[in-house]
Each structure stands twice: as C-alpha cells, then as structure tokens.
C-alpha cells in the first residue's frame, strides 16, 4: 500500500510544479492544492488509523494553516520583488532596505506562529506517537515537493514547509 501511495504522490507532485511554473489561474491552482492536500490527509488517515473525529479535526487545522501559508506565500513573493528591485537600484536608500529587512523578519515570525499554532492544535487531535509519525510524513512530502520544484532536498523551502499542507 505505501509504494501505490508513492507511485500516487510522485504523479501528482509534478502536476504541482508544472501548474506553478505554467502559472495556473487561482481556481486551478486551488485545485490542485486541495487534490494534494486530500490526497496527504488520506494517506495520514491510514497511516495513523485516524478515527473518524481525528480525520475532520486533522483536516480542519491542515486546511486553516494552509490558508494562512497561502496569505503569507502571496506576501514573501511580493517581498522577493521588492528586495530584488532594491538590490538592483544602484540608488536605493539604506532605509530602504532596513524596511526590506524588517519585513522579512515579521513574515519569518509569523510563518513561526502559524506553525505553532498548527503544532498545538494537533496536539489536541493526536497523541505524541501520531504527531511524530505526521511530522515525519509531513517532511518526505515536503522533500518531495522540493525536489519536484528543482531546489533540492531537505531545507530547500521555506520554513514552515508547503503552504499546500
């Protein structure tokens, strides 16, 4: 079962890095992301023997954490635009940069917030043995995604892992 699981995973997670360098309109990605979030939350579901209640409740938190990766992904692309921009004017203002920076840092506090968030919603779903199995399902998943995107293997995202998850 878990090789049917990978062999489904690996077509699918290419469909995601396609429709991204495409740059599929809102609808279709939001597809796409809810297939593989499915997908992950039925795989999770089997893996952990979820009851019913711990799959509504699990989905629930993976889906209001994904809205919010979703939110600051949107705000970190438009930041990766600013900072190039700055970088490349040869006239830009120290403060410029100083305001650039310190952007970046609420966007990484806020990633860590909502990971947090998540991690302690969970904990009221799962007993500690679920959520290290589901951290652990979480990473390969993300491994994936990344390698699938051409940025290599482990830490090669973004904290906080896959705004799809």
Known sequence: MRTIWLVVLALMVPAVGVA?????????????E????QQFLAHVAQRLDLTRSQ???????????????RDLALESQALRIDLLQAVRDEDAEMARFESILERLGALRAREREIEQA???????????????????????????????RGRGGPGGGPPGGSPFI
């Open 118 to 148: 998540e991690e302690a919603a969970l904990a009221e779903v799962l007993d500690p043995r679920q959520r290290a199995i589901f951290l652990m399902l979480r990473m390969q998943l993300n491994e994936r995604i990344q390698q699938m």
């Open 34 to 37: 809810q297939r593989v979030r």
């Open 20 to 32: 991204q360098v495409r740059g599929p309109g809102p609808d279709r990605r939001a597809e796409l």
């Open 55 to 69: 799959r509504v409740q699990v989905r629930a938190v993976l889906t209001e954490a994904a809205e919010s990766r």
